[in-house]
């Protein structure tokens, strides 16, 4: 649960403060883009596992899911203008990857027009992405300006303020392109940065605003931008570069930059999970806070106070699921939902008070969404009806 990852009103979900996106932990799903597919106004197909979700207001989001295709799963992509009261289904894309094995795929929106649905893992044959410039009623297949004959893969996608920015790993480096969010009109805006020599690179992109943050973790911290006010990506050396693992970024003001680290789990030194904070955009980040869980998969953040950390559950196996919240900077730590599951998919807030997360399902169970209204004291899960 990346992927950050936002749900604010001037973003693409997941994540009004931010979103952070991680490769999910249940590993690739098998997906079959095509078959039947369901068009728009019909109703919600029986047995849908929600997989990512993408939220552009308090009442209005997209929640991309699977159901049972034959020996394989087909995707699904729903609708709902009632803050998840109601759902229906908006077309997909009409071809892409079958079968055992496919990509883990996401959605963001922008606005009720513009919205993508990717592929989030690297290093495959081509791209794995689709745009709409009609809220789902057409898709298009995308391409982007590469200068490199190399296999390309996205490694996230996120929308902000009219601007949509996308990390492509090209060859043994990753670049940054951008475009305006209502047409196809892709440019490099920042890059190479590096891959690590680790074999899972996983780069997320979180959006503020105008402001942006860009982490390439491979089981460590690799390398990252920041985007400047002329939409340029500078290179920036995140918090933890040096610790021994991976780090998630959470931005609820383009000021505020929230940073949990999983601190010496490649050294071979004490591992610990530590929330950092930064007040001046992340050019510098204050004393660490305790986070008690084993491992973080997905950070988010929202006003000046609350975070959500979606983790494995401390002392358990690994087939449960932890989400922890502080709401006094990290200060003290509350277990406000426990499930039995494989990771996180995502984790946001769209309002200070409203959030979703999606719980990816253990071996042979359907992902869970959640909802909170109250600022992510108490998490419910969300009925497809």
Known sequence: MKKTKRLAPARALPIAAALLTAVMAAGPLPV??????????????????????TYISPSEGWALGTVACGP???????????????????????????????????????????????????????????????????WSALSFPVRSPEPVGIEDLEAAAGVVDVAL?????????????????????GGPYELGAGPVPSGEITLQGRSGWFVQNDRVVVSGGRDEPSG????????????????????????????????????????????????????????????????????AATGTSTVAVG???NGSNSANVALEMSFDNGASWQSVYRHSGSGWSELGFTTPAQGVAIVVGAPGHLGTMLFTQDGGRHWAPVTFS
């Not at 883009?33 to 728009?40: D, H, I, S, T």
């Open 169 to 189: 790993q090209v060859g043994d480096e990753v670049e940054i392109f951008s475009s305006p969010v209502g047409v196809n009109a892709w440019h490099r805006v």
């Open 232 to 299: 340029a990506w500078a290179n920036w050396r995140p918090p933890c570069s040096s610790a021994g693992g991976p780090v998630l970024v959470a931005a609820p003001t383009a000021s505020q930059v929230d940073a949990v680290c999983t601190e010496g789990v490649w050294t071979g030194q004490r591992t610990s999970v530590d929330l950092l904070r930064s007040t001046n955009g992340g050019a510098s980040f204050g004393p660490s806070r305790l986070v008690p869980v084993a491992s973080a998969d997905l950070a």
């Open 32 to 53: 079959a883009l095509a078959g039947p597919a369901a068009g728009a106004g019909a109703a919600v197909p029986s047995g849908f596992s929600p997989v990512s979700v």
């Open 72 to 138: 394989s799963q087909c995707l699904r992509l729903l609708r709902t203008t009632n803050d998840g009261a109601s759902w229906s289904s908006v077309p997909v894309p009409p071809a892409g990857p079958e079968g055992p094995g496919g990509p883990p795929l996401k959605v963001r929106f922008a606005d009720p027009d513009d919205g993508w649905i990717f592929s989030s893992l690297p290093g495959q044959a081509k791209v794995q992405a689709w745009s709409t410039h009609s809220g789902g009623q057409h």
């Open 311 to 313: 983790a494995q559950a």
